[in-house]
């Protein structure tokens, strides 16, 4: 990637994390902080990374992907709504009555998803079950998954893991965000994980290590992940909780509720001067 293309999906980022707190906040509940801390993984797999046609959304050959952490799904609805998959103008029915877009994320209703998920563990096992899918058919698409830190706490998630290297998931990236805060607070204090390289390693997973916020670690990390082969890969990408609002960087209350008005009002305005900055580097 050049320096351009690099501002160019940081533009998408930013606005992506816009997105989830105007969402949040029109649906007057939510989940913004992890909605922000995986933005920038979520702009380049829906930007660079993956096979997908928001024109034709169940292609038989795209790339699939799976929010295990559905609960933080606020700025992925802002990211397939600037890919094209609907209007960004849903966003501001966000956990409504009957709308498209829900708390969780719905393969029924919604354009670009392709697992409905929430109750934590079960992405990760989906996509396993997708990605054994390809081997059986001999398809050629791959199958991402993002996990949070505290979601893998959950034993469902290490089933999963011996599942994928079981059956030599070589087509199954697994990221997790790793913002370092749950709902009830620091995960090492909640149910410590680390070291999480060295359990995703003896799991039989290719384990790479990044900063999740920097697009070209995350891109050197997939293309590492296409060139291993016989076992699935892990990226463990640290992030910042709330990452791009000054208030939520970090904290832990911004795990689960939505902005006031003028929460949004300071909210907006920081993440459009961040938009208009980039766009004057163009």
């Known amino acids: 990637m050049n320096s351009s293309e690099i501002t160019q999906l940081k533009i998408l980022a930013a606005k992506a994390r816009l ?33 997908v046609d928001p024109a034709n959304p169940k292609m038989a050959d795209r790339d699939r992907f799976v929010l295990s952490k559905g609960h933080c799904c606020p700025s992925l609805y802002a990211v397939l709504a600037l890919k094209g998959y609907f209007d960004w103008s849903e966003l501001e029915k966000l956990r409504h009555v009957g709308a498209m877009l829900q708390g969780h994320p719905d393969m029924k209703g919604t354009p670009g998803i392709d697992m409905s998920s929430g109750s934590l563990g079960q992405g990760i096992s989906a996509a396993c079950g997708m990605a054994l899918a390809a081997k059986l058919d001999n398809k050629d698409y791959r199958v991402y998954t993002v996990l949070g830190d505290g979601e893998c706490e959950e034993g469902q998630v290490w089933e999963a893991a011996m599942f994928a290297s079981h059956n030599n998931l070589d087509n199954l990236v697994v990221f997790v965000d790793q913002n370092g805060l749950q709902i009830d607070g620091p995960v090492q204090e909640v149910c410590g994980i680390e070291p999480l390289d060295k359990k995703f390693e003896s799991f039989g997973f290719e384990v790479i290590k990044i900063d999740g916020h920097n697009f070209e670690e995350i891109e050197n990390a997939l293309n590492k992940a296409k060139t291993t082969k016989g076992k699935p890969t892990a990226v463990l990408a640290k992030t910042v909780k709330g990452k791009g609002v000054s208030f939520m960087e970090n904290q832990v209350g911004w795990h689960g509720k939505a902005c006031n008005e003028e929460e949004l009002a300071v909210a907006t305005k920081e993440l459009q001067e961040q938009i208009e900055r980039l766009e004057a580097e163009l």
């Not at 997105?19 to 933005?39: E, R, Y």
């Not at 979520?42 to 993956?50: A, H, I, P, V």
Request: proline share 3%; net charge neutral; charged share 10%.
């Open 19 to 51: 997105g989830a707190v105007i969402g949040t906040f029109h649906g007057k509940s939510g989940h913004p902080g992890g909605s922000l801390s995986a933005a920038d993984i979520f702009t380049y797999l829906y930007f660079k990374e993956m096979n």
